[in-house]
Nanobody, 121 residues
Framework: QVTLMESGGGLVRPGGSLTLSCVAS????????MGWLRQGPGDQRELVAA???????HYGDPVKGRFTISRDYLKNTVYLRMDNLKPEDTAVYFC???????????????WGQGTQVTVSS
């Protein structure tokens, strides 16, 4: 059993920053990949960033150089630091996790409920 709980979404002005957190509660399951996907209005869900148990990271092209993913293994938590936010970053951000590397392909088995991020002046 895996439960993912996101927090940290909200309204921010263009150029601002925001940090999302996702705490994984697991019972008898060890997670490998964790990360974030997002879905904007009228858009398909896309990979934002992923990080493996070994610390390998991957970012979607639209966020490279602006977003940073990190992970606290003791707290079973993954973070997404978002800097220089743009209106096109407006979306629901979903935490995603997998026992293997599925998250890196947007196919992780476990999903959070999502948290809204709105970038607007």
């Amino acid at each position: 059993q895996v439960t993912l709980m996101e927090s940290g979404g909200g309204l921010v002005r263009p150029g601002g920053s925001l940090t999302l957190s996702c705490v994984a509660s697991t019972t008898g399951i060890e997670l490998n990949a964790m990360g974030w996907l997002r879905q904007g209005p009228g858009d398909q869900r896309e990979l934002v960033a992923a990080i493996s148990k070994g610390g390998v990271t991957h970012y979607g092209d639209p966020v490279k150089g602006r977003f940073t993913i990190s992970r606290d293994y003791l707290k079973n938590t993954v973070y997404l630091r978002m800097d220089n936010l743009k209106p096109e970053d407006t979306a629901v951000y979903f935490c995603n996790a997998d026992k293997e590397m599925g998250t890196f392909y947007g196919l992780g088995q476990y999903w959070g409920q999502g948290t809204q991020v709105t970038v607007s002046s």
